[in-house]
């Protein structure tokens, strides 16, 4: 059973930075995509950066600067450098990997900015 689990989230202040790590287990993700979403209270999910499995970034709009996406130094792990954050940054943080046959998420990981 393939999941999941993400760490590094918690309560920082503004303009503080946090790294996210999501480690998957249960199989091997080689060549796929992986991303970050991320959801606040009353609001939809939304993108916050997505790795494909050939090395591209893309990043929402709104946090192309201060966010980083890689692949972790271990193998099926995907990070993600936060700087600079603001409170409108605070929400539940979701790793996500894509293959051919399904999608998997991991369960979240809050992260609150305080002002």
């Known amino acids: 059973q393939v999941q999941l689990v993400e760490s590094g989230g918690g309560l920082v202040q503004a303009g503080g930075s946090l790294n996210l790590s999501c480690v998957a287990s249960?199989?091997?993700?080689?060549?796929?995509?992986a991303a970050w979403y991320r959801q606040a209270p009353g609001e939809q999910r939304e993108l916050v950066a997505r790795?494909?499995?050939?090395?591209?970034?893309n990043y929402a709009e709104s946090m192309k600067s201060g966010f980083a996406i890689a692949r972790g130094n271990v193998k099926n792990t995907v990070d993600l450098q936060m700087n600079n954050l603001t409170p409108e940054d605070t929400a539940v943080y979701y790793c996500?990997?894509?293959?051919?046959?399904?999608?998997?998420w991991g369960q979240g990981t809050q992260v609150t900015v305080s002002s």
């Open positions: 249960g199989r091997t993700f080689v060549g796929n995509d």
């Open positions: 790795l494909t499995g050939h090395g591209i970034t």
């Open positions: 996500y990997f894509n293959t051919r046959e399904s999608d998997y």
